[in-house]
Every structure is written in structure tokens, then in C-alpha cells.
């Protein structure tokens, strides 16, 4: 069970990364917000601050 969960982490983070980028090249770093994020990740707001506890910082620190 705990591949699973860890593979399912894993697949979170990098659906918030790819989600961030996309939204990123779309409305520019100071036009996203954390719940647009979300929205495109399929995840809840709260999901990416356990992941990402810097919100927008984090996941940029993250990819880069």
C-alpha cells in the first residue's frame, strides 16, 4: 500500500507543477492565484499548501 500512496503523491505534485506552468504561461506569474492552480490540478486549495506550504513560491522553487 505504500508505493500506491507514495506514486499517487508523486502523480499530485507533478499535476500541481504542470498546472502551475500551464497557468503561469498563460496569465503571467502576478495574475495566478494558488486556487486557479488548483482548479486546473484537479485538487483542492488546501492539497496544494500541504504539498506546497509557500503557496506560488514553493511549487516555482519546486520546478526551478
Known amino acids: 500500500m505504500a508505493k500506491s500512496v507514495q506514486r499517487n503523491k508523486d502523480k499530485r505534485m507533478k499535476d500541481i507543477q504542470r498546472a502551475f506552468a ?7 506569474y502576478d ?3 494558488v486556487r486557479q492552480i488548483a482548479h486546473r490540478a484537479g485538487v483542492s486549495v488546501g492539497l ?8 506560488k513560491p514553493s511549487i516555482a522553487a ?3
Open 62 to 64: 519546486a520546478i526551478y
Open 48 to 55: 496544494v499548501y500541504h504539498y506546497y506550504p509557500g503557496g
Open 22 to 28: 500551464e497557468t503561469i504561461n498563460q496569465s503571467g
Open 31 to 33: 495574475g495566478v492565484t
